[in-house]
């Protein structure tokens, strides 16, 4: 393995968007030479979308739309590296995204979880939605009280534990980790930093969430047989909770343009509380099942 690179990133991409070449960029501006494989999937041309902006970059492309588990499944076979890293199309690496991750699996990390910033910190539909979605896991929170995503895994993990479910519309990640022991749980670094390109438009953050809602509200009528008003109490019950994290989580203005989103987040909420009842009564396609 000496001179090979020890962290091969997969990035993942739906009908090759156009923010995938600056989510590939992020990866290649790393100061440590990495292994990196784009998994697209659902159409487009990704492969043509990196070859005219000038990246040397495998792509595997798949015409049938994936899960997030079958495109990682994908990004782990086509690479060889010992640790293996996720980016998602709509994120961006920060500065030393890679290097820290290695750090720990060097020190013998199985996993290393990633903390997120806000692409928009300044704009109060953007703060909402950052919150709304990733507010268990701004950087400024303790350990003991972040959600653990965006996870790097030691390869051998995948040959005692298996792969990614495939078939999980969402959750594939915590299914995943929920085979670990206890031990492995993701390191939490809030160094390792990834930022999300989050929603600006109050209209699309509204309709997004719902959606996200609705996913969640199916996901756990099939795995868990809820009925529609608890995960909707489950989700609103946030809105006593965001507050305290965006406090302890951000800091200086960050902070200040989080607070003063509070109201959108609550809009926000609800709307993914609503969505969540109605997944977890009809599913996510809108028929009864």
Request: glycine content about 8%; hydrophobic content about 45%; overall charge positive.
């Given at each position: ?54 990246l040397?970059v ?11 588990g079958?495109?990682?499944n ?87 534990y ?41 209209f ?17 009528r ?11 109490r489950?989700?609103?019950r ?11 989580g ?7 343009f ?32």
């Amino acid at each position: 393995m000496a001179g090979r690179p020890e962290l091969a990133v997969v990035v993942i991409g739906l009908r090759a968007p156009a923010e995938l070449v600056a989510a590939v960029r992020s990866v290649i501006d790393q100061n440590i030479p990495l292994e990196i494989v784009i998994v697209n999937s659902g159409g487009g041309n990704a492969q043509a979308l990196v070859d005219n902006a000038g990246l040397n970059v495998r792509v595997v492309e798949v015409e049938q739309r994936l899960f997030a588990g079958g495109a990682r499944n994908l990004g782990i076979a086509a690479t060889q590296a010992p640790f293996v890293a996720f980016l998602a199309g709509d994120c961006l690496a920060c500065p030393r995204w890679a290097e820290e991750r290695l750090h720990h699996h060097r020190q013998g990390a199985a996993t290393v979880a990633s903390a997120i910033l806000n692409s928009h910190p300044r704009n109060l539909v953007a703060c909402a939605a950052h919150l709304v979605t990733y507010m268990r896991r701004l950087p400024g929170l303790p350990a003991e009280k972040a959600l653990r995503y965006g996870v790097s895994f030691d390869r051998k993990l995948f040959d005692l534990y298996g792969l990614f479910d495939e078939r999980m519309a969402l959750g594939e990640d915590t299914d995943f980790m929920a085979r670990l022991p206890e031990a492995m749980q993701p390191v939490w670094d809030p160094q390792v930093l990834t930022i999300h390109r989050n929603e600006t438009s109050l209209f699309r953050l509204v309709a997004d969430q719902y959606r996200r809602g609705r996913r969640l509200g199916a996901y756990l009528r099939t795995v868990e047989g809820e009925k529609p008003l608890r995960p909707f109490r489950r989700i609103f019950r946030d809105r006593r909770n965001v507050s305290k994290l965006a406090k302890e989580g951000l800091s200086g203005r960050d902070r200040t343009f989080a607070m003063l989103s509070l109201p959108i987040v609550w809009l926000a909420l609800f709307a993914k509380s609503l969505g969540s009842a109605i997944g977890a009564r009809y599913g996510e396609k809108g028929r009864r099942q």
